[in-house]
């Protein structure tokens, strides 16, 4: 089953922290907050090992929607998990040659 990114972008967000002294803040940092939904519809907000352990994902999938989705929530950007082929692939050829010899 392949991972709905536009399913993940759905439960986080994501904002700059704030501190008491904006000399001390840093400029590109970020906190994300992941939330889940119960059977009710009410969100829950859960830690990031929680969250991809429940999606049963990895932090670096979440990384990829999160740098790919819109303000909405959408995915926009492009799947690369497609276009690969694998190396223990057998060859039309041979199989056309099996699917001929069986019939």
Excluded: W
């Excluded at 692939?89 to 199989?95: N, P």
Aim: aromatic share 12%.
């Amino acid at each position: 089953m392949l991972f709905d990114f536009e399913y993940c972008g759905k439960f986080y967000k994501s904002h700059r922290p704030r501190t008491d002294d904006p000399s001390k803040q840093k400029t590109k940092s970020k906190c994300f907050e992941y939330y889940l939904t119960d059977l009710n519809g009410i969100k829950h907000r859960v830690c990031q090992k929680f969250f991809c352990l429940t999606l049963h994902i990895t932090f670096p999938v979440i990384k990829l929607a999160m740098k790919n989705c819109n303000e909405a929530g959408m995915f926009v950007g492009v799947d690369g998990r497609l276009g690969r082929t694998p190396p223990n692939k057998t060859s039309d050829k041979i199989i056309k040659e099996v699917k001929n010899h069986t019939q």
